[in-house]
């Protein structure tokens, strides 16, 4: 089995920690997002994965190279952005040597899907495409699917107002496509699956979805990120911490599960980490200091009776003495943030320095 990862988005709304990485490299639980997919494929007997790539490409073939998890890995470049269509047909060479259906996967995607399950219930349909369905609360950010009875597709949605569809069943950002499915999309051209391909495939009968449960959370806004940071939180690291090589954790300070400590990290008296925070490699948290409900990202400095809370903290940043991040900060790489300073909803851009609090929801750029 193959399998295709979408890994070319720009990341918008994760600005500015996207500015410097992919979206797929954004650490959950402290490792890259990609990775935490990459090993699930492996364990339901994928043995090759295509990533169509475009911006963050030579980061991504940087760290996963040529094999990983026992999976032989390709690329698939993008010369432009492709939509969700294009890079299919873009990588249809590599695709092609066989004719077993393969998988799609949005990268920016963590779920417990069953992909051996998935498979078996395309083939047992006779389906051109399948899509992995999740129920959600509020489906107007999604894809939405109606069914006829438990499988069939009878229409698509995409991103409907809430009055427009009475399904909440959104698709999950996985599939499984025939390779007949190629000859539908038109080469080099922008093309989205799920406006041009997919009400074409459910107009014929063609489309079919299966319903899962568990785990299911995309990462394409800061809060969705700390949603899927808590959620494999919960699942590595619930009852006790998951703690990295060569660190010194004081006897005197806190920690809360579920909380994930990367390697040579210093945390020293008085300071406490959790519940629901992930530290990255190398970070220094100073006496007194307390992270909860956060990512920070490696190398970061963190100086004493220094809070965050709620918020994200990018690469190298340096936070002074008594600062507070609070709700709805993302804190770009680079950044310096002096002491006494207060910042709630502000996102801060890579290399600034913030020398006053802004609590009104701005940039800083």
């Not at 909380?259 to 406490?272: F, H, M, N, P």
């Not at 920070?296 to 809070?307: G, H, K, Q």
Request: some cysteine; hydrophobic content about 40%.
């Amino acid at each position: 089995m193959k399998a295709l990862i979408l890994a070319g988005g720009f990341g918008t709304r994760l600005r500015p920690l996207s500015c410097t990485r992919p979206k797929l490299m954004f650490p959950v639980a402290n490792r890259p997002l990609l990775d935490w997919i990459m090993e699930s494929l492996s364990r339901k007997g994928v043995k090759t994965v295509i990533l169509a790539v475009n911006y963050g490409a030579d980061i991504l073939s940087r760290y996963f190279g040529k094999s990983k998890f026992g999976m032989n890995i390709l690329y698939s470049r993008e010369n432009k952005p492709l939509g969700t269509g294009g890079p299919i047909k873009k990588a249809e060479d590599l695709l092609n040597d066989d004719e077993e259906p393969f998988f799609v996967l949005n990268g920016d995607v963590l779920s417990s899907i069953d992909y051996a399950v998935l498979l078996r219930f395309h083939r047992a349909n006779g389906a051109q495409v399948t899509i992995a369905l999740h129920e959600v609360e509020n489906p107007s950010r999604f894809g939405v699917v109606e069914l006829n009875g438990e499988s069939q597709i009878l229409r698509f949605v995409e991103k409907p107002r809430l009055e427009e569809t009475s399904s909440k069943l959104i698709n999950a950002g996985v599939y499984v496509l025939d390779h007949s499915v190629l000859d539908l999309i038109t080469p080099e051209a922008k093309v989205s699956m799920e406006r041009d391909i997919f009400p074409t495939l459910a107009s014929k009968g063609r489309l079919y979805g299966q319903r899962f449960d568990g785990l299911w959370t995309d990462i394409g806004t800061p809060g969705d990120y700390l949603l899927a940071n808590t959620a494999m939180l919960n699942i590595i690291a619930k009852d006790r911490p998951l703690i990295g090589k060569d660190v010194e954790i004081s006897s005197e300070a806190k920690i809360v599960p579920p909380v994930v400590i990367g390697d040579e990290v210093i945390i020293e008296r008085d300071a406490c980490i959790g519940p629901n925070a992930a530290v990255g490699d190398n970070v220094t948290v100073r006496g007194g200091s307390k992270i909860a409900n956060s990512i920070v990202f490696p190398r970061a400095w963190i100086d004493s009776s220094t809070s965050v809370k709620n918020a994200i903290i990018g690469e190298s940043a340096i936070l002074g003495r008594w600062v507070k991040i609070e709700e709805g900060c993302i804190v770009g790489d680079h950044v310096i943030i002096n002491d006494d300073v207060t910042l709630a909803h502000v996102k801060v851009c890579p290399s600034k320095e913030v020398e006053e609090s802004i609590t009104q929801p701005s940039t800083v750029m």
